[in-house]
């Protein structure tokens, strides 16, 4: 079902933009299809969707223009001069046009769906970039809905505010009181008036929109036929830029010359003063800051997704088109002013366009129509991205009742929220002191677009083939780089505030939201990098120094292995880690593959115990081939396993260590549990109910309920050897609780944690050798374990077997050096073993260590044979010892014993040598019986053998 999420969402997607069905899916509640058409868009009722036009150019024409065009192109033109100015525009639209081939190449990708620029950064980068995204851009639309409201007010103000005390109305029409308060006051009433029309739904907004669309284009005509038709004349300054002059004599007045060289000339250059209406000295970011508001209303188009008709149409053709053409209307009216207006003109009156139309009220008519539609524009374009959080459950509870809509899919809770949000804004009280807020805001969220653009397309991944192709990484790195830039130019403190927000939202997001079924596009980074990684990891180049483990697990039942698995991840020491899973059957005779649906449950049980590891399931007729399966196949490249790990072969009863306490006692250990109660179950508890009887012996990997008999599973050992792989038997782990002993609550050391380890083969008892390749292997497996963090305060004891007739000293010294040339900090203790060593000769009729002699009577077959037992004494790696079949049970039995009387206290764990098996298979049922003796009873204990040099004294 995973595997087509993507494709049923594609085809879902696609079917709601196209044919609008009027229902959701039988079955599943409207707030629960992830990915999918939306519900409510699709209930009874709907109005139809809007086309390009109307759904995309006109609200992002609109939104561009709004209060720079009317406002704020004299203020651009009059601080930073007509050559900055144009280069402003053009850095601007440099940043924008890269961000807008990114918006292009994301929205023809695939069936977009609401939620504007957070949907789509969201399903390309995943959720924790998209939900911090999104927040970033509600609060930015937000911000700059509010921006427009206080511009639409402060227009206002201009025409019909009453001048302050002393100073007299240049205008009859000055009637309404002016102040913080009373600014506040329309502010408030404008933003009630956008909250309604958003109320009632976006095609009424849309409706709103074409009729103002109209308006403003006409007024922008007015605008230039004024410059031609209009003559020279002085204008009167507004009272507010005449009462706060920053020279000793405030002018009053100034002059539209029309097309003149010399206003030209006076224009050219920057003359940056302080601000009228913030009193703030002006600087190149902070106009670049009110300019760049101009430049925001790109994503007004995209903001509206859910409610075209073909998004991934629309939104690419509608958006550059209205790029285009307020690039070179906000061009042209800059050259004009500059040509036209007297410097003092451009910086102290900001609506000076309707002093020199050819009919006033046209621009305060345009102004009002463009900034009230632009304020619009922000706070449904908010309302839709909170609603798309919502929708998406990324914050849990805290968004859950702005999901709910009306009748007509209008998600009026959601506009309640914006507009809330609206008005706090508002205290703010001046345009230009939000400004570097949103556009800080605004280039944070078209960095992010350009980031998951490029992401996309770094990936690789084939599925990402958008129509539009006239984009590439370095238009995507240009965006960033450019947003980045401005960002900390215009305001490094509020750039650096914004940036370490939206960290803290995606970690927030990462650690508290569910995992979600769009895709990490994280994920297809890794591939892409791990895989060339991976190519580039020669095995040619492997060097002992650099050697770690790479283990692969075989498990049987993660319920009665919990304590092995947790153990072994320990011990890797970061290297490779793959859980190994063989299930019993023929894939002839089954209708379909088994084990692709329990890889969820084994991937939940790594994550439930928190640790690093790979799975890897197989099916075979045997266990035996199943594992041969897995150390031939597993891992890629340099990345292989080369120590196997079994569970030893005896007739302890496991225990379930992963029983889920809300579940029953039936319900978590019947096998015969009815099929529908299992699937209600988390996937955690999908795997089999462990045995309750011992009449059948089990190494951990034994299924469908057949016998592996002690020969199979000796061969199991013997093939692993074969193959060059070190073996690792584990006794005593189905209770082995990791945290209960790192920190024995009632330790009479105060918490003392030992690791034991035998170097010797004491399978072997005519040697005492501890220099081996497996004993070198012992050492080193026990040192990676006390290199563990939580292993770090465990002391290391090693048990020095010594024979009557040696120097122990000598002995003690000797290991002690081999000891400190490996860096290796352990503790010696000499054990003397001749009472064992004297039973096993015994038995052999001899006291001596080996045969002086040989008998008369022994055939030339035993004495080739005892020949080449002392011939290969001190090889053990290749060497089958045939001296183990006639080790007795007393002896055995005395080396258990031995090893008991060493531990005071006891260990957590015990290492202990781990002869080859016999070369005769008929004597491998007696070699398991050896080490079951051998073992008996020592609790968490390791049987190792080693086939390979791991350590080495260079450096």
Not at 229 to 248: K, Q
Not at 471 to 497: D, E, K, P, Q, R
Not at 556 to 581: A, E
Request: charged share 15%.
């Amino acid at each position: 079902m995973t595997e087509r999420t993507p494709l049923l969402h594609y085809r879902l997607s696609t079917s709601v933009n196209e044919s609008a069905p009027r229902t959701p899916p039988a079955g599943r509640p409207p707030d629960q299809h992830p990915g999918g058409p939306r519900q409510r868009s699709a209930q009874a009722g709907q109005p139809k969707k809007l086309s390009t036009f109307v759904g995309v150019v006109i609200p992002t024409l609109l939104s561009m223009f709004s209060v720079v065009v009317f406002l704020r192109i004299g203020f651009l033109v009059g601080q930073c001069g007509l050559y900055q100015a144009i280069a402003m525009l053009l850095v601007a639209y440099f940043i924008i046009c890269m961000t807008v081939l990114s918006v292009c190449a994301i929205s023809t990708n695939g069936a977009l769906d609401a939620g504007g620029a957070y949907y789509m950064i969201s399903r390309a980068l995943g959720p924790e970039f998209g939900g911090s995204i999104g927040i970033m851009f509600f609060l930015a639309n937000v911000c700059g809905s509010a921006l427009f409201v206080l511009g639409l007010v402060e227009a206002i103000i201009d025409t019909f505010g009453k001048p302050e005390d002393g100073i007299v109305a240049t205008s009859p029409y000055q009637v309404l009181p002016s102040g913080y308060w009373w600014s506040l006051l329309y502010a408030t009433g404008i933003a009630l008036l956008c909250l309604l029309v958003c109320l009632v739904g976006a095609h009424i907004y849309a409706k709103a929109t074409f009729i103002i669309f109209l308006v403003v284009m006409f007024v922008l005509g007015t605008i230039f036929i004024s410059f031609f038709a209009v003559r020279p004349h002085i204008i009167l300054l507004p009272s507010s830029a005449t009462a706060n002059g920053t020279g000793p004599v405030s002018p009053t007045t100034a002059n539209f010359t029309g097309f003149k060289l010399d206003t030209l000339v006076g224009n050219l250059w920057a003359d940056y003063t302080v601000d009228y209406t913030t009193k703030t000295m002006m600087t190149f970011a902070t106009v670049f800051a009110v300019m760049f508001n101009g430049c925001t209303g790109i994503m007004a188009g995209s903001n509206m997704s859910g409610d075209l008709k073909s998004p991934s149409y629309s939104i690419p053709r509608g958006t550059i088109t209205a790029v285009i053409f307020t690039f070179i209307i906000y061009n042209l009216l800059s050259v004009m002013v500059a040509c036209s207006c007297d410097r003092v003109l451009l910086q102290r009156d900001y609506s000076f366009l309707r002093d020199i139309n050819v009919w006033k009220p046209f621009v305060t008519i345009g102004v009002y129509s463009s900034t009230l539609s632009a304020a619009m524009s922000n706070l449904i374009g908010a309302s839709r991205i909170l609603y798309a959080l919502a929708r998406d459950d990324l914050f849990g509870k805290v968004l859950s009742p702005a999901k709910k809509t009306s009748l007509s899919g209008n998600p009026w809770v959601s506009v309640l929220i914006s507009w809330f949000l609206v008005q706090l804004v508002l205290f703010s009280g001046k345009l230009n002191t939000i400004a570097s807020i949103v556009t800080i805001f605004f280039l944070l969220v078209y960095a992010a677009v350009d980031l998951a653009c490029l992401a996309l397309e770094w990936a690789s991944a084939p599925n990402f083939r958008p129509t539009f192709r006239y984009f590439t990484w370095h238009t995507c790195v240009l965006g960033i780089v450019g947003c980045a830039i401005m960002m900390f130019l215009i305001n490094a403190i509020y750039a650096s505030a914004s940036i370490a927000f939206m960290l803290l939202l995606l970690l927030l997001i990462h650690y508290l939201s569910p995992t979600s079924s769009w895709g990490y596009i994280s994920q297809a980074l890794i591939f892409h990098q791990v895989r060339k990684y991976l190519l580039m990891l020669d095995v040619r180049k492997d060097h002992v120094k650099f050697w770690r483990p790479q283990v692969l697990l075989m498990v049987s039942n993660p319920r009665s292995s919990v304590g092995l698995i947790t153990f072994i991840n320990d011990i890797k020491k970061s290297g490779l880690y793959v859980l190994g899973h063989v299930q019993l059957g023929d894939l002839n005779n089954l209708p379909s593959d088994p084990l692709q649906c329990q890889y969820d449950s084994w991937l939940s049980l790594v994550d439930h115990l928190n640790i690093k590891a790979f799975v890897n399931l197989t099916l075979a007729d045997s266990v035996r081939h199943g594992v041969q399966h897995l150390l031939f196949i597993s891992g890629l490249g340099g990345m292989r396993p080369n120590t196997l790990v079994l569970g030893f072969y005896d007739n302890c009863l496991p225990k379930d260590r992963l029983v889920d306490p809300t579940l029953s006692t039936c319900q978590a250990t019947d096998p015969l549990a009815p099929s529908q109660e299992l699937e209600q179950q988390p996937p955690l508890y999908h795997f089999d109910s462990v045995r309750v009887s011992s009449n059948r012996k089990d190494y951990g990997e034994s299924g469908d309920g057949k016998v592996l008999g002690p020969q199979e599973y000796v061969a199991i050992i013997a093939d692993a050897m074969k193959m060059l792989k070190n073996v690792v038997l584990a006794r005593y782990f189905d209770t082995f609780d990791r945290t209960h002993v790192l920190s024995p609550p009632s330790s009479p050391l105060k918490g003392a944690v030992y690791i034991d380890v035998w170097p010797v083969n004491l399978l072997r008892p005519d040697s005492c050798s501890y220099v081996d390749t497996c004993s070198l292997f012992l050492l080193q497996l026990a040192c990676i374990l006390n290199m563990v963090r939580a292993w770090r305060k465990a002391t290391l004891r090693l048990f020095l077997c010594v024979e009557e007739g040696r120097s122990v000293r000598g002995s003690e010294e000797k290991l002690g050096q081999l000891l400190k040339d490996l860096r290796i900090k352990a503790r010696i203790y000499p054990v003397p073993w001749d009472q064992q060593v004297a039973l096993h000769w015994q038995r052999q009729g001899t006291r001596g260590k080996k045969q002086q002699s040989q008998s008369p009577d022994t055939t030339n077959e035993e004495q080739k044979q005892s020949t080449d037992e002392e011939e290969d004494v001190d090889d053990y790696v290749n060497s089958f010892p045939s001296n183990t079949t006639r080790l007795s049970d007393d002896y055995l039995s005395a080396v258990n014993k031995l090893i008991l009387d060493q531990a005071r206290p006891p260990p957590a764990v015990r290492f202990l040598y781990l002869p080859r098996p016999p070369a005769d298979t008929q004597r491998y049922a007696a070699f398991l019986h050896q080490l079951e003796l051998l073992t008996q009873d020592l609790g968490p204990t390791l049987l190792i053998h080693g086939v390979t040099p791991v350590i080495t004294t260079d450096l």
